[in-house]
């Protein structure tokens, strides 16, 4: 009976291989795949460190190493530093600026090639070329950044830096400069804009940060927020920083403020308005302010202690153009002689005065709930006006 059964077909082997065996070609083939995106990395570097040279951006790397396989690229640079030529209104007369940082981390995901995110381990250092040692340091807790869009035109930018500190070099001394708990800058190009007139759209963030030795104002932590749209620019060829902002000025661009807004302690501020530049590299324009506690503006301004030590004419020239010092400092001294004791009560109230003036300027408003005035902001030609009161300079960008 056995030998009547039909003999059993034997099963071929060949389909349990096929799995594994494509299991392993994927994989070199990917590996393949990597070691040559990981060969173009020094390729492409070179390439865009050629074109910024071009624009007095020199960029260098002492260590540069590549990892991340299988699933992404990290680009490790030790050493980075990067040396400005002719970037600021001087020109080439200006001696060259060296910025060097202690590591980059540049990471890519192999399926999204286009999308570059960086960590940056600090400090950085700044020096001047011909100065024996750095002027200034630059400490942070993180800092990250990200660029989408590349290796064409970034569509996006963003940088975010945790408890950024900026200190001035004085021999073993640092000098603090700049402190912020936060920061965040993004930008964007405007997917409606026109090709040849790009129009980039940014946004500001500061959180408790505060600015020695430009301002007062700027002095005590404020917050900050600021949201703007640049337009004028033609294309994003590298070129030298004042070069760009030529192009700009001739071409009418602009910088449109959509929204801002400053809170200092009790002084709160929001502003809005339109600046360009003017032929002298400046800023010209308005912004139409509202602000909360405008007395805190006239007391940080220092405006009792300047009466009270002498009024340089350098200061007046700041703070109320056109009036001279000998003017005042003579009618003080003048009021003390006539009846002793009544310059000093005039020094006294003098802020207060200038409060009532300026309080009085624009129109009433309110803003979140308080009290407040709108008046405008000028900038002409580099000078800032609160009203008719000269509040600061902006030095020329060509």
């Excluded at 600026?97 to 286009?114: E, F, G, H, M, W």
């Excluded at 020096?127 to 040692?133: F, N, Q, S």
């Excluded at 056109?322 to 003048?334: C, E, F, M």
Aim: hydrophobic residues 45%; glycine residues 8%; proline residues 8%.
């Amino acid at each position: 009976m056995p030998d009547l059964l039909p003999p059993q077909r034997r099963r071929s082997l060949w389909p349990v291989f096929v799995l594994p065996v494509l299991v392993v070609v994927a994989a070199l083939a990917w590996s393949a795949f990597w070691f040559y995106a990981a060969s173009q990395v020094d390729q492409t570097v070179d390439v865009w460190r050629a074109r910024e040279a071009k624009a007095g951006r020199i960029y260098d790397c002492a260590n540069r190493s590549v990892a991340g396989f299988p699933f992404r690229l990290e680009v490790t640079c030790n050493d980075a530093s990067v040396t400005l030529v002719s970037q600021t209104a001087r020109g080439s007369a200006a001696p060259p600026v060296t910025a060097r940082l202690d590591k980059i981390l540049v990471v890519s995901q192999i399926y999204t090639p286009n999308l570059l995110i960086a960590e940056f381990t600090a400090p950085a250092t700044l020096a001047v070329r011909g100065e024996p040692a750095a002027s200034m340091r630059m400490n942070w807790r993180t800092a990250r950044s990200s660029i989408a869009g590349l290796p064409g035109v970034p569509q996006r930018i963003a940088l975010v830096f945790d408890d950024p500190t900026l200190d001035r070099l004085d021999g073993a001394m640092a000098v603090p400069l700049a402190r912020a708990s936060h920061v965040e800058l993004h930008g964007r190009l405007i997917d409606d804009a026109a090709a040849d007139r790009p129009v980039i759209e940014t946004a500001l963030e500061l959180a408790d940060a505060s600015i020695q030795d430009v301002h007062p104002l700027l002095a005590r932590p404020f917050d900050a927020t600021v949201q703007a749209r640049l337009s004028g620019l033609k294309d994003f060829s590298p070129k030298p920083w004042p070069d760009r902002f030529r192009e700009l000025q001739a071409a009418d661009g602009r910088i449109e403020i959509e929204q801002s807004r400053i809170q200092q302690g009790d002084l709160l501020a929001i502003a809005a308005g339109s600046l360009g530049l003017s032929p002298n590299g400046r800023l010209n324009g308005e912004l139409q302010m509202t602000v909360a506690g405008i007395e805190t503006v006239i007391s940080a301004l220092g405006i009792e202690k300047m009466l009270e030590e002498g009024v340089p004419q350098a200061t007046l020239d700041r703070v109320v153009p056109g009036v001279k010092a000998q003017d005042v400092n003579n009618l003080l001294g003048s009021l003390d002689r006539m009846i002793p004791g009544l310059g000093k009560v005039v020094r006294q109230n003098a802020s207060a005065g200038v409060a009532a003036g300026v309080n009085s300027l624009g129109t009433p408003a309110e803003l979140e709930g308080k009290r407040a005035r709108s008046f405008p902001l000028r900038f002409v030609d580099g000078a800032v006006f609160l009203g008719p009161i000269k509040v600061g300079e902006i030095p020329p960008l060509f």
